[in-house]
């Protein structure tokens, strides 16, 4: 029985409403990435950061999983062999879509933690400088996702997981942010067949030895129905 792995990036959500890295208008464009998802612009201006991510909360409550969403929980649930789902995304539609097991590499919206004693809880819509964690008192609460030069999430499962992989597919990610972006090199040298669905040719393209241009909503049905057809 096969053991399929799947990366999602951005890309998924993009007809979700939710704005990619690369959108003209979208919330990342108006912001430097140094300002709003690294250790030090929160330790520059942590109000502009909450105000970031409170955005995006409030954004990414009102979205629904589009076809491509959907697709990939039906994936898991009729999948006779193993299946891991990894999403750099920090929005919740994979779950909303049906989708049990999901790792966030990146973290998750959803998500609080202390700065100071790394103690997590359910994140408020709305977060402030002035909130204290409830455990150790300090005020130094922030958004429970992964910035640039932080240690992604759960890589030695994911490590594991690619190393055995039958088939990978990359959907939606443009590959230019690592560790992630290398995952479709990992597991073809593991031996896996890999797959890329994107709207374009991304940076790492030619690590894959299938690709496929399309809207996720439309290429993702169609590759899960053929998956599950054979
Ligand atoms: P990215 O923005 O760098 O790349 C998105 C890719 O998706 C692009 O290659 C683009 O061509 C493709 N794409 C756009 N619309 C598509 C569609 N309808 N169907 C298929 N493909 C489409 O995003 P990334 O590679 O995920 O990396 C960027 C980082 O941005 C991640 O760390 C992630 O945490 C963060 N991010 C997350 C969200 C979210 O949670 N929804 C949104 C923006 C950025």
Redesign the pocket.
């Known amino acids: 029985m096969s053991k399929i792995v799947i990366l999602t990036?951005?890309?998924?959500?993009?007809?979700s409403g939710?704005?990619?890295?690369?959108?003209e208008d979208?919330l990342?464009a108006k912001h430097a990435i140094e300002d709003v998802a690294t250790p030090e612009g929160f330790s520059r201006n942590p109000a502009l950061v909450h105000e970031f991510y409170n955005a995006r909360r409030a954004q990414?409550a009102e979205a629904s999983p589009n076809a491509?969403h959907v697709a990939l929980a039906r994936l898991e649930a009729e999948h006779q062999g193993q299946f891991l789902l990894v999403t750099?995304?920090?929005?919740a539609?994979h779950e909303k879509a049906g989708s049990l097991r999901v790792i966030h590499l990146?973290g998750e919206?959803a998500g609080a933690m202390c700065n100071a004693c790394d103690d997590k809880w359910v994140a408020p819509l709305v977060m402030s400088p002035e909130d204290e964690c409830g455990f150790c008192g300090a005020k130094a609460t922030r958004p429970d996702?992964v910035w640039f030069g932080e240690i992604p999430y759960a890589m030695d499962a994911i490590d594991a997981a690619l190393s055995e992989a039958d088939i990978f597919a990359a959907?939606?990610?443009?590959?230019?942010?690592y560790p992630?972006a290398n995952f479709g090199y990992i597991a073809r040298n593991s031996g896996a067949h890999t797959i890329e669905?994107?709207?374009?040719t991304?940076g790492v393209s030619n690590d894959f030895a299938e690709t496929r241009r399309?809207?996720?909503?439309e290429?993702v049905p169609a590759w899960v129905e053929e998956i599950l057809d054979k």
Not at 171 to 177: A, R
Not at 197 to 200: A, G, R, S, Y
């Open positions: 990036g951005a890309g998924i959500s993009a007809e939710l704005g990619t890295f690369r959108d979208g990342w990414a491509a750099q995304n920090v929005d539609l990146h919206l996702v959907i939606g990610t443009s590959g230019q942010v992630a669905l994107n709207l374009e991304s399309g809207k996720a909503s290429i």
